[in-house]
């Protein structure tokens, strides 16, 4: 399974950006999706992550702005980061989750660079 992963790019402070991420085949519908970032000289945060149930889980540092959602349909998760900071500025990877029986694995994408920047 692939994860592929677009939409970054530079964009002004209050702007905005929607990253996408497509898998290759459908087998996160029942399980976790969500985006991850590492900043440079950080360690690798969660962003935003949506259960198989649609529920939503943020960043402190995010909610109000970041808004998570999938289609299941196109085997899709997106994130709309809007009203985006200079410190939002990282790689971002999205990830998928699957369980073989008790194992979970997790799949990722291959990062887009986000820069926040005047």
């Known amino acids: 399974v692939q994860l592929q992963a677009s939409g970054g790019g530079l964009v002004q402070p209050g702007g905005s950006l929607r990253l996408s991420c497509t898998a290759s085949?459908?087998?996160?519908?029942?399980?976790?999706m969500g985006w991850y970032r590492r900043a440079p000289g950080k360690e690798r945060e969660l962003v935003a992550v949506?259960?198989?149930?649609?529920?939503?889980i943020y960043h402190d540092s995010v909610k109000g702005r970041f808004t998570i959602s999938r289609d299941d349909a196109k085997n899709t998760v997106i994130l709309q980061m809007n009203s985006l900071k200079p410190e939002d500025t990282a790689v971002y990877y999205c990830?998928?989750?699957?369980?073989?029986?008790?194992?979970?694995?997790?799949?990722w994408g291959q990062g887009t660079q986000v820069t926040v920047s005047s």
């Open positions: 990830n998928g989750v699957r369980f073989h029986g008790t194992r979970r694995v997790d799949y």
């Open positions: 085949e459908n087998v996160f519908s029942s399980n976790d």
């Open positions: 949506i259960t198989g149930e649609g529920n939503m």
